[in-house]
């Protein structure tokens, strides 16, 4: 098992940045596909990035490619999310999830094994 934590969300101006950060502890020796979803209110949740567990892939949803950048510390066990160029419809809860892996990235919620809480992110126009 793996426990995951997101951080660092909050409120931004539209044309802002943010990072978010997803913690990772418990079974951190085993090799983890990573991925960050959303879902605003009203809707389902979204896919929004993906990295393989030898962080040699990245996916990215169409609505945020160029603007969203996923990346991670293998020393810390972090994931992040930094997200530029923001606009109020990239407001949502923003979740980080963890499948065990090594070569894929994966774009759909029932790829994933496990989930963190959730961090808000509010876009203010």
């Known amino acids: 098992q793996v426990q995951l934590v997101e951080s660092g969300g909050g409120l931004v101006q539209a044309g802002g940045s943010v990072r978010l950060s997803c913690a990772a502890s418990?079974?951190?020796?085993?090799?983890?596909?990573m991925g960050w979803f959303r879902q605003a209110p009203g809707k389902e949740r979204e896919f929004v990035a993906a990295?393989?567990?030898?962080?040699?892939?990245?996916k990215y949803a169409d609505s945020i490619k160029g603007r969203f950048t996923i990346s991670k510390d293998s020393v810390k066990n972090i994931v992040y999310l930094q997200m530029n160029s923001l606009k109020p419809e990239d407001t949502a809860v923003y979740y980080c999830?963890?499948?065990?892996?090594?070569?894929?990235?994966?774009?759909?919620?029932?790829?994933?094994?496990?989930w963190g809480q959730g961090t808000q992110v509010t876009v203010s126009s």
């Open positions: 990295l393989s567990g030898s962080g040699g892939i990245t």
């Open positions: 999830c963890a499948k065990p892996s090594v070569y894929n990235a994966y774009d759909r919620p029932s790829d994933y094994d496990y």
């Open positions: 418990g079974r951190t020796y085993v090799s983890y596909g």
